[in-house]
């Protein structure tokens, strides 16, 4: 045999295998399109205790909503989980989720009141969309949606990009008198210097580095930095926004793969997987349950809070269109 | 064996045409077509959940930008490409060798590397809050980040045209025009068409480069054509109608320049032709070798070193993102991936590009018309950028038929099918050289094809396969906007890894990520690109020295006898 036989032997060889292992190695099993940060811990705990695969695929959540749209009635995915129940609305609208997913759980009334009527979603707890993070030497510090819509040099995330972002957008539309009323107010706000960036750790980036005052992030993200540095103070408004984390089953999957999925979801509600994740290092465990069981020991009574949730059947068809208009006025 | 040899033929025979025009209508017309024709026909995209009514018109801030800065990249690579050219072409000194590695270097880097690289210097605290911090996250930092990655391929262009101003010209000039001006001046007259094309290049280049605009453009907040594509594919609301609009802007754009290109082309290779001598190498003045030695130290500086020694410093530093000093699973997972990737889809460029100009050499008049059209076709393909391709491809293969999306295959199809004009560029002079005579006396001698390409095509054209293939595996190792769009679930490549940990600001872990990377990456190329040519042709050498003695035996027998 000569040489270049031998090369393109050991050549095909190589390829084959790259190829063999490539598309025909591990199977992907369920396959979860996550922007919830403590979703590839979730899924490895899944894994351990059932033995069967599954595959996370962490994304920003505006990313994630585009997937899924993009893929539509032909998914790669059996799960979502992210936070904002406007997107899981805008999805059932365009009929990609499964209906009746939703477990009976021991729900608190926060959290039943959250509940979608067809069982679209599953609310697997809730954080706040937009609390006040400010440096402690700011010589005023926003205490009220008034006091932030009126300072200077305050900071936010895009809601194209970051899911938390449109919740937290929505609701500063709804305190202003809705849509396209609540426009003047965000308009006010870039004439006053509103830092928009892609993510709620590039707004903390900027506000650690003195480029704002004050920034207006997830409760959990603000809560963790103001824990771990105490120059800096976390504010919750009144009202503060709900932002729910939902989870939801593709509607165009065999019905196999959906009892996976909702396998998948009971075991995410479990009060075991709830608590544990209550115990997770960094700022993921820093949400509110919405079952009765376990309780959240490390953060302030819901019941004490003055919270609002902007209806997300009204808010979630409008998504493409007011952030639409953000990226093109506020953005520009 | 006879089989095979019966199959090969008859694939050599007739199948070329067939199989070819399969391959590139698959992976290029009819996902293109498809995605290009949605202005006209919006009902062709998929169900957009998010995406609400499409936006009529084109977003003029961003198409005003992308002109903008591409005329500006375009116009300001043509001094320093014309005098690395000439320092290149036209004079010997001790550096050239140097600036060729630099050259390559900035080539090879991904753009979103070097951005990455100057981002981590321009953050150093007496940088940031300064002017430097201010111009760098503007205009004037896009712009010279354009230029610089750019230049690698213009002092190419460049290059070429310096040799084409050929000895000739130079002692007519010498002798017919006194002032040194004037011949100054008409050097840089005969010069014109060559910047121009660099110019055409270069905007061309500027306009499609997503690194760049999907890390600095993003954060300067200034909008790019190629990236509200991207955007309009992949964030909320998502119009995939929009992106096909804003598309056809970059499509007329590299259209017009290549077409451009292509002029300026024949007038250069028409003077090229008239010129007889090819010009000498000359010793450099003490002023021109000032001036290489700045050009050098600069593109290297500029392009490979500062960017590297940024990343290497955030690496072993502290990135206070709570990182610690270890690639962690993900990340390996994606070099893993994206070396398997890189390779098989460097291999199938390779070969389906040598194979289309191997189609040009035949003898039969209907596959060299055929191998002409696969030629321009995929050429054409150069102005479509990676974005594009994605996007085109979310939609031709995301229904009933053709299934592929979120699949290892159709990473694998995209990127073949967008690195293939690449490898077709690379190995057009090699096969373009080779003297048809060679295969035509094999053939009329009763040799097969397959003893043809084994003894005659692959020993001649191995290094330069090679050589191909390294560039391209090279390339689609760091490759981005179509990893971003179309790969599987669970399987991120290195490029989606490494962005997705500059979007959560772990820098450190990116830089480590990245460096460790390019380390393996070139590891592997230096490796084939070194090992492969020594061992087949060592390997031919042997036998055919073997065969030499065996030949000699027999004769000695024969003369016994």
């Avoid at chain 1, 811990?41 to 585009?66: C, D, K, S, W």
């Avoid at chain 1, 989720?97 to 979603?121: E, I, K, N, Q």
């Avoid at chain 1, 480029?211 to 103070?233: C, E, H, K």
Wanted: charged letters at 15%; glycine letters at 10%.
């Amino acid at each position: 045999m000569t040489g270049v036989r031998v090369a393109a032997a050991v050549l095909l060889l190589l390829v084959v295998s790259c190829l063999a292992s490539l598309t025909g190695g591990r199977e992907p099993g369920l396959v979860i399109y996550s922007s919830v940060g403590v979703a590839p811990a979730v899924v490895a705990a899944y894994v351990r205790e059932t033995g069967r695969p599954a595959t996370v695929l962490a994304m920003p959540g505006g990313m994630l909503l585009a997937r899924v749209s993009a893929e539509a009635h032909h998914p790669r995915w059996d799960v979502v989980w992210f936070e904002g129940d406007d997107g899981a609305v805008a999805l059932d609208r365009a009929a990609l989720l499964a209906h009746g997913v939703v477990a009976d759980l021991d729900w608190t009334p926060t959290g039943r009141a959250l509940l979608p009527v067809d069982g679209s979603y599953e609310v697997t707890g809730f954080t706040l969309a937009g609390v006040f993070l400010s440096r402690r030497d700011r010589a005023r510090m926003p205490r009220s949606w008034d006091d932030v819509m009126a300072a200077a040099r305050v900071g936010m995330a895009n809601p194209a990009l970051s899911g938390p972002a449109y919740p937290l957008l929505a609701g500063m539309m709804a305190l202003n008198g809705g849509w396209p009323a609540g426009q003047t107010a965000l308009r006010r706000m870039v004439a006053g210097g509103l830092l928009v960036g892609p993510s709620n750790p590039s707004v903390l980036v900027a506000l650690r580095a003195g480029r704002i005052g004050t920034a207006i992030v997830q409760s959990t993200a603000a809560m963790a930095l103001a824990r771990a540095n105490s120059d800096y103070v976390v504010d919750i408004p009144a009202p503060a926004f709900i932002l729910p984390a939902v989870a939801a089953v593709a509607a165009d999957r065999p019905s196999a793969r959906r009892q996976e999925a909702e396998a998948f979801l009971r075991f995410l509600m479990r009060p075991d997987i709830q608590s544990w994740r209550m115990r997770l290092p960094g700022a993921e465990r820093l949400f509110w349950p919405v079952t009765a069981r376990p309780t959240q020991p490390d953060l302030p009574d819901a019941g004490g809070l003055v919270l609002s949730h902007p209806d997300p059947e009204v808010w979630g068809p409008l998504q493409a269109e007011v952030t639409g208009w953000f990226q093109q006025e506020i953005m520009r | 064996m006879s089989g095979t040899r019966r199959l090969v033929g008859a694939v050599g025979s007739c199948g070329p045409s067939v199989l070819f025009g399969t391959v590139i209508a698959i992976s290029f017309l009819y996902p293109l077509t498809r995605f290009l024709v949605l202005p006209l026909m919006p009902d062709w995209a998929p169900l957009s959940g998010l995406g609400g009514a499409s936006r009529p018109g084109l977003s003029s801030g961003a198409l005003w930008n992308t002109l903008r800065l591409s005329v500006e990249a375009g116009l300001l690579v043509i001094p320093p490409g014309l005098l690395a050219g000439f320092l290149l072409e036209r004079r010997r000194w001790r550096g050239a060798g140097l600036l060729s590695a630099a050259l390559w270097g900035v080539f090879l880097m991904p753009s979103y590397l070097l951005t990455m690289g100057w981002q981590i210097v321009v953050a150093a605290p007496f940088l940031a809050d300064g002017a430097a911090g201010r111009l760098f996250y503007g205009e004037a930092g896009i712009v010279a980040l354009l230029t610089v990655k750019g230049l690698a391929f213009s002092s190419v262009t460049a290059r070429a045209g310096w040799h084409a101003v050929g000895a000739d010209m130079d002692a007519a000039s010498r002798v017919h025009v006194p002032a040194a001006w004037r011949r100054a001046w008409l050097t840089l007259r005969l010069l014109l068409p060559v910047a121009g094309s660099m110019f055409m290049v270069q905007m061309v280049a500027a306009s499609q480069d997503f690194g760049i605009a999907a890390t600095l453009g993003a954060q300067a907040h200034m909008p790019l054509v190629i990236y509200a594509i991207y955007q309009n594919l992949s964030t909320v609301p998502l119009d995939f109608t929009q992106a096909a609009r804003l598309s056809w802007v970059l499509v007329l754009l590299a259209l017009a320049a290549l077409a451009v290109q292509a002029r300026l082309g024949r007038r250069d290779a028409m003077a090229a032709d008239r010129l007889r001598h090819c010009p000498g190498m000359v010793p450099c003045g003490r002023g021109t070798a000032v001036l290489a030695w700045a050009l050098t130290v600069g593109v290297m500086l500029a392009g490979v070193a500062v960017p590297l020694l940024a990343l290497a410093v955030k690496a072993a530093g502290d990135t206070g993102a709570g990182d610690d000093l270890l690639i962690d699973g993900d990340g390996w997972r994606g070099i893993g991936l994206s070396l398997r990737y890189a390779f098989v889809s460097a291999v199938f460029s390779v070969v389906l590009a040598a194979l289309i100009l191997g189609g040009r050499m035949r003898a039969g008049g209907s596959g060299r018309v055929v191998a002409r059209m696969l030629l321009w076709l995929t050429s054409a393909n150069m102005a479509v950028p990676g974005v594009m391709l994605g996007a085109a491809y979310v939609i031709a293969f995301n229904g009933r038929v053709l299934s592929l999306y979120g699949t290892p295959a159709l990473l694998i199809l995209a990127y073949t099918a967008s690195h293939l004009p690449i490898a077709i560029r690379f190995l057009d002079a090699p096969f373009a050289h080779l003297h048809r005579g060679l295969g035509e006396a094999a053939r009329v001698h009763g040799v097969s094809l397959t003893r043809r390409v084994e003894r005659i095509y692959v020993p001649l054209l191995l290094r330069r396969l090679t050589w191909a293939w390294g560039m391209v595996f090279v390339t689609l190792f760091f490759e981005l906007p179509l990893s971003e769009i179309l790969y599987p679930a669970g399987s991120a490549p290195l490029g989606v890894r490494l962005l997705s940990l500059d979007d959560t600001l772990h820098y450190g872990a990116e830089a480590r990520l990245a460096l460790v990377g390019m380390g393996i990456c070139l590891a592997v190329t230096a490796a084939a690109i070194a090992l492969v040519p020594r061992v087949v042709a060592g390997s031919e050498m042997e036998r055919t020295q073997r065969r030499g003695r065996l030949g000699n035996a027999g004769a000695v027998e024969q003369e016994n006898v």
